[in-house]
């Protein structure tokens, strides 16, 4: 499986902007699909799961404002983030993997970075 990110941009505090991750291969359908971040300086840390059933997850300091999703038809999931703030700068990876969760991801996109401007 290969992913290809996009949407990723400069945006002022308290804005919104999506991201796009599409894949390759015809078996999307059959992973858990997940976005990560990492800020300058810091390591990567999970932002959101959809598992193969639907089931969605969100890190606690992106609930309420980030929301995933995906379309197994078009082989691709999003990311809507809301009320963004400064610390929410990061490049943003998707991933595919047979088992999801935090941590068990087999395929990784690019990266699309996101800045948020105070």
């Known amino acids: 499986v290969q992913l290809q990110a996009s949407g990723g941009g400069l945006v002022q505090a308290g804005g919104s902007l999506g991201l796009s991750c599409t894949a390759s291969g015809r078996t999307f359908s059959s992973y858990a699909v997940a976005w990560f971040r990492r800020a300058p300086g810091k390591e990567r840390e999970f932002v959101a799961a959809i598992s193969r059933s639907g089931n969605t997850y969100r890190a606690d300091a992106v609930k309420g404002r980030f929301t995933n999703s995906r379309d197994n038809a078009k082989n691709t999931l999003y990311l809507q983030m809301n009320d963004l703030k400064p610390e929410d700068t990061a490049v943003y990876y998707c991933?595919?993997?047979?088992?999801?969760?935090?941590?068990?991801?087999?395929?990784w996109g690019q990266g699309t970075l996101v800045t948020v401007s105070s």
């Open positions: 991933a595919a993997g047979a088992v999801g969760g935090l941590v068990n991801y087999d395929y």
